[in-house]
């Protein structure tokens, strides 16, 4: 690779090359580096090209310009702008400040002015966000999670009925569920949650209403209901059928809606852009399909003119869009009200997912923001041998900086407002993401990375405005810096029973429970690995290989028995096992081995206490697997009235630690 394209790529945040789960130096190919640039408006393409770029970005530097946007934290010490005269606050307060802007200015977002004109955004953050109290909780894929009373599919109902259950009963203090964001209104309907046309930008979220707890329901006349409850799916289908729930549910909420007189929320509240681009975007999906980018070219704009004309000639369809999410706004609320009235040390976690569909609602509203053609995923890797296409478009950080990172800023606050805590999907995305460029596969792409100090800022502020503690997912190839970064700003890191080793020696051997990182939300597994019963029966090498996914069958199985081993010899040397086991037997010990960790934070899965053997998600599939609809083996009465989940909740319960508003100790 020519040196003036490893100075320019640097420059621009795009790795030359990376390491491996393994520590291993990886090189990245010249012309994926120089395709990424491009991508970023960033031409390379020859030597001349690169000339003229590494000018433009000398002469900027000699010019003393500042970057858009820069972060500090509100610790005391004065942060260095040169050049700086005045810092203007969030209500138009000013200071002046000279070449530096004092260590006490309180948290928030400012505009920084310099002596040469120059105008900058900064954001400054809290010391710490909120910390996590020692508490154990549940950790719940909300669709699976099907009563007597649901739709074919959980509710927020049954969510709100099993918070008041488990808080009671078991003195649980959390419950960490699923992205809960929109998919399409058009079919099919898309079931992954961690793949959302719109996440809560601006507004949630998936059609997760419980139908007869609507005001509006009530309201109705006798025969209106009539039709509403003919609509009603069975709870117990074999599969949740994302489609049929969504058909069902669509028609009983025009119902309702008529039944009020076609309200038109948008006519009575101030003005949500981002309510109403989800709205307009769901009325013109219904007349053009869901995939955006094959509309009309003049309806890709979402400022443009012909969706103006859109609007009014949509009005009634964008209403009843409107309609629907505020109805279930005010579910998710009620939601978090129950958690806290019955108690919760935490409360509930919501989960933000790494990005959104590229035909999705918020990819047409903020097309300018992300990157064209692009999708993210992960390098090739001991899991994913061909590595991971998730198909989701990127932020894209030159833009992310120029306008203050108010996408960002507006994404955490819509999600944090019905949340006591956050989960950050792959949360190394806020220091780089792994970009694969158009009709490429996943093992010819490279690292783009972002400012992660301001990232970092914009999350921390966002969760102390509201209260809220931060967990970030860091497994898999996570360079270190990501986890000791969490751990300064008070977040929690993710220990997982299948990754948590000593790596501080070749072997890598699995640590004991007392040897677990307390500043972690620890877990048995995750909705992308094994379950504990899946792992014992070697299941999740079993269906790779049945759909093709290993490239060394016998090798995969060979080091899944000697997982196996190695997990069943831990468990019997810490007592927590006893003689040949069965899956359940397994599953019982990994819990009582998940109970005697330090971690401050402990979720259990209804997945692995069931012994269900079937991961929730399969990576590297998407019609191969039947991913994201696999209900719970038992009912939510079932699941209350289980005996085995009376005893591994027990373990959790009995822990003096566990209990609402114990404090942690030596953190």
């Known amino acids: 690779m020519p040196e003036d394209l490893r100075r320019l790529a640097k420059a621009h945040g795009v790795a030359t090359f990376y390491r491996n789960e393994r520590r291993e130096a990886v090189e990245v190919d010249a012309d994926v580096v120089i395709r990424v640039l491009a991508l970023l408006e960033v ?13 433009k970005l000398a002469e900027q530097a000699s010019a003393g310009a500042l970057a858009p946007t820069i972060a500090m934290r509100a610790n005391g010490r004065p942060h260095p702008v040169p050049g700086a005269v005045a810092l203007v606050g969030e209500d138009g307060s000013q200071t002046d400040v000279r070449d530096a802007v004092p260590g006490d200015v309180p948290p928030g977002f400012y505009r920084l002015h310099t002596g040469d004109g120059q105008e900058i955004t900064l ?37 709100r009925e099993f918070i008041g259950w488990t808080a009671t009963a078991h003195s649980a203090g959390a419950v960490l569920v699923n992205p809960l964001h ?14 959302p046309v719109q996440p809560p930008i601006r507004q949630p979220a998936r059609p997760s209403h419980r139908i007869e707890d609507l005001d509006a329901y009530h309201r109705a006349d006798q025969q209106t209901r009539t039709e509403v409850d003919a609509l009603r799916v069975a709870p117990d289908t074999e599969r949740i059928d994302h489609d049929l729930v969504w058909a069902a549910k669509r028609a009983a909420l025009e119902l309702l809606w008529r039944a009020e007189g076609r309200p038109n929320p948008l006519d009575e509240l101030p003005v949500s ?20 980018s094959r509309w009309p070219q003049p309806l890709r704009d979402v400022a443009g003119p012909a969706v103006t004309a859109a609007r009014d000639e949509l009005t009634p369809r964008i209403a009843f869009h409107s309609w629907v999410q505020l109805r279930c706004s005010e579910q998710l609320g009620a939601v978090r009200d129950a958690a806290r009235q ?4 935490l409360g509930v976690l919501h989960d933000l997912p790494v990005g959104v569909d590229a035909d999705g609602a918020d990819a047409w509203a903020l097309a300018d923001m992300l990157a064209t053609g692009v999708h993210v995923g992960a390098p090739p890797d001991n899991f994913t041998p061909r590595g991971q296409d998730w198909g989701l478009p990127p932020w894209r950080p030159d833009r992310l ?38 009709g490429d596969s996943p093992d010819r792409g490279t690292y783009v990375h972002y400012d992660a100090d301001v990232m970092l800022a914009v999350l921390a502020l966002e969760a102390q405005r509201a209260g809220a503690i931060v967990i970030g997912e860091d497994l898999g190839t996570v360079e270190p810096e990501v986890t000791a970064a969490l751990g300064d700003h008070g977040m929690l890191g993710c220990a997982v029973s299948w990754f948590t080793r ?13 040897r677990w990182p307390s500043r972690a939300a620890a877990s048995v597994s995750t909705h992308d690995l094994p379950t504990a019963a899946g792992f014992f029966r070697g299941e999740h090498v079993r269906v790779r290989a049945k759909l093709g996914l290993l490239d060394d069958v016998l090798a995969e199985e060979a080091s899944a028995r000697n997982e196996k081993a190695e997990w069943s010899a831990l468990l019997q040397s810490e007592g927590f096992l006893v003689g040949e086991p069965d899956e359940a037997a397994f599953s019982a010990a990994m819990h009582r081995f998940l109970a005697a960790t330090p971690s401050r934070l402990k979720l259990i899965s209804p997945y692995d206490i069931l012994a269900e053997r079937r991961q929730p998600n399969l990576p590297g599939t998407i019609d191969e697997y039947p991913n994201w609809r696999l209900p719970l083996p038992e009912t939510l009465e079932q699941l209350r009235a289980d005996p085995q989940v009376g005893e591994i909740v027990a373990l959790f319960k009995a822990a003096p630690e566990s209990r609402p508003g114990a404090q942690s100790s030596g953190l």
């Open 123 to 159: 954001v400054v953050a809290p010391p710490q966000v909120p910390q996590t109290p020692v508490t154990w909780g549940w950790v719940l894929q909300l669709y699976a999670l099907r009563s007597q009373r649901s739709w074919g599919i959980s509710d927020l109902a049954d969510l």
């Open 273 to 292: 852009t981002g309510l109403r681009d989800w709205a307009t975007y769901c009325a013109l999906a219904e007349r053009h399909g869901g995939r955006w």
């Open 43 to 55: 031409d390379a393409a020859t030597e001349a090209d690169r000339r003229r770029e590494l000018a």
């Open 401 to 438: 900086a120029a306008t203050g990172y108010a996408a960002l800023r507006d994404m955490l606050r819509a999600v944090l407002r019905h949340s006591d805590g956050l989960r950050i999907d792959h949360v190394a995305g806020l220091w780089r993401l792994w970009w694969i460029p158009p």
């Open 342 to 345: 019955a108690g919760m040390a």
């Open 502 to 514: 000593d790596q501080s020696v070749p072997e890598q051997p699995l640590l004991p429970p007392s």
């Open 182 to 195: 929109a998919p399409g209104p058009t079919h099919p309907v898309q079931p992954s949650p961690y793949t």
